[in-house]
């Protein structure tokens, strides 16, 4: 009773002053520290620091003691006093929402300093309940209700779609709230409404709700909307052809999607239920045409294909083996009809020709496979026949000619013939071989050392017939005299041999002119006798062998 007297005569004494008044904000269920003068430091000449509020004194603290507890009310077991003379409330409540004064007399002043405080508490959750089943597209629909529970001050809900604010416009979006408020606890529960008016676009959008410190879970909606459009589709990996299978795929942008569907295949319509394909299987060109599909409900909402079946078909005669002669005509005959446009390609023995064969007069080189190959698109047809010339072999050519070395002679039979001829020497040589047998063409070599003059017969044959030719080869010793007489002047040799050909020749002439003497006169005995011509007649057939051989024997001296 002494100190309070006396403390009441000390304040009549001392300057009063009251500071501008703070705010400060706590947290619900938390120990809220409310400071003195906003945490400055305490001054030297501290008497004594008080919290009080407008019921009455809570603490009070003299310089160098301990804090004494002054409230009898809910803050006597709750409130304590920092070591700067801040206030301690533990466990605040709505109810600590109040004007709390630090009283601090120091010298011959007395200054208080009010603090307001306030408690805030954020939601428990953030949650939509009350999910609409389906959003119905231009129908608007109660999406949901966003609820914000236990909060201080009352929370503030806003939607979003993807993330994205909505913002009720009055026509597609309407939002509405309500708050409710705890009697027990103070704390406020509020409600947000949100009406929508769905798109088609809205189908698996993600809506939220939230507030400032929390956030809902994202949830979506199944949104019903009319089939608007039909499209048909073809499925095929590439153009069609004759003989593949064509699937037939309706789509309709509507949801749910429609579930069966009138498909209308060549004047016929076949019904599909549980399924949106139908397939054609092995299609011709026949069916070439439009193709339709359309919902069972709605036979207007229908769309349409034109499909194109490629085909390709060939013929070529002939096609098979063809044996034909040497000089006879052949006649191709390639015929062809595509949906589309054709490239013809030859070749012969796997080698491109450049355009369609022509057989006006066979030869042994156009003898061959022939393959013709047509093509549209990815569509290929092929044909091939394979010719064969026949011919009955000749010898375009024999030749003869003296080796390299001078020690023998190289005799060349060049023929012409199929199927391949052999050949048949009259003689044996010291080898023999042949060409390659090219397009009805081989050449076959005998390499001989005559010792004596002699004709040497070349016979070529095959299963048609042969042909057969001579040659005369004279002794490689008479080529050598010959050869060294002529060595010393080459011009004299050649004088010599125009004189011997030219002394055969007048030799041959004086025979033809004493036969033909002869036989002048002959006739003349007879026509004056009247002697019978047979023995003259022989007479004149042997004196013409005689002839006859005389010319050949100097012919052959000559070619020697």
Not at 254 to 279: A, M, W
Request: charged share 25%; aromatic share 6%; glycine share 6%.
């Amino acid at each position: 009773m002494h100190f309070s007297s006396c403390l009441c005569t000390l304040l009549v004494a001392l300057v009063y002053q009251v500071s501008a008044m703070d705010t400060v904000i706590g947290l619900y269920g938390e120990t809220v520290e409310v400071p003195c003068n906003n945490g400055a430091p305490k001054p030297k000449d501290l008497f004594i620091t008080k919290w009080k509020y407008d019921n009455g004194d809570l603490l009070t603290q003299l310089k160098d003691q301990d804090a004494s507890v002054i409230a009898t009310n809910q803050y006597k077991d709750r409130v304590s006093m920092a070591e700067n003379s801040s206030l301690l409330i533990a466990a605040a409540s709505l109810k600590d929402e109040k004007i709390f004064t630090c009283m601090v007399v120091a010298g011959a002043d007395i200054s208080e300093y009010p603090v307001k405080l306030l408690i805030h508490k954020a939601p428990t959750g953030v949650e939509i309940t009350a999910l609409a089943a389906e959003l119905e597209i231009g129908k608007p629909t109660q999406l949901g209700q966003c609820t914000a529970p236990d909060s201080n001050p009352a929370a503030n809900i806003t939607w979003f779609k993807n993330k994205k604010h909505l913002v009720a416009d009055g026509k597609g979006i309407t939002i509405s709230s309500k708050v409710k408020v705890d009697e027990v606890t103070g704390l406020t529960t509020t409600s947000s409404t949100l009406q929508y008016t769905a798109e088609k676009g809205d189908t698996d959008a993600l809506f939220t709700c939230g507030t400032l410190n929390a956030l809902s879970s994202p949830v979506s909606f199944t949104v019903t909307y009319p089939t608007e459009r039909v499209s048909l589709h073809v499925i095929s990996k590439g153009p069609l052809m004759e003989g593949d299978n064509v699937t037939l795929k309706c789509k309709a942008d509507g949801n749910p999607l429609p579930t069966s569907f009138n498909f209308h295949i060549q004047r016929k319509v076949v019904k599909v239920e549980n399924s949106d394909s139908y397939t054609v299987t092995d299609v011709t060109r026949d069916s070439t045409g439009e193709y339709k599909c359309s919902i069972i409900d709605n036979a207007k909402m229908e769309d349409s294909k034109n499909i194109t079946i490629n085909y390709l078909d060939m013929s070529l005669s002939p096609s098979e083996k063809v044996m034909k002669s040497a000089g006879e005509s052949l006649a191709l005959n390639l015929q062809t009809d595509a949906s589309g446009e054709l490239r013809v390609s030859w070749t012969k023995d796997n080698d491109k020709l450049d355009k369609m064969p022509k057989f006006d007069k066979l030869t042994y080189s156009d003898s061959g496979k022939y393959e013709v190959v047509v093509t549209m698109g990815a569509l290929i047809k092929k044909a091939s026949f394979e010719l064969v010339v026949e011919g009955i072999p000749v010898i375009r050519r024999l030749a003869k000619q003296r080796g390299e070395d001078g020690q023998h002679k190289v005799l060349t039979c060049e023929a012409e013939g199929s199927p391949k001829p052999t050949v048949a020497w009259s003689v044996n040589g010291t080898s023999a071989d042949e060409s390659p047998y090219v397009n009805g063409k081989i050449s076959y070599k005998l390499t001989i050392v005559p010792t004596v003059n002699l004709t040497v017969v070349c016979t070529v044959s095959n299963e048609l017939g042969q042909d057969t030719r001579a040659i005369n080869v004279s002794t490689l010793f008479e080529e050598v005299r010959m050869d060294k007489q002529g060595s010393s002047d080459d011009s004299d040799t050649t004088k010599l041999v125009v004189g011997v050909i030219v002394g055969l020749l007048l030799a041959t002439v004086v025979v033809g002119l004493a036969y033909w003497l002869y036989m002048k006169k002959s006739k003349q005995g007879s026509w004056k006798t009247g002697e019978k011509e047979d023995g003259s007649t022989e007479e004149s057939k042997k004196l013409e062998e005689k002839i006859e051989e005389k010319l050949e024997e100097n012919s052959q001296k000559v070619e020697v």
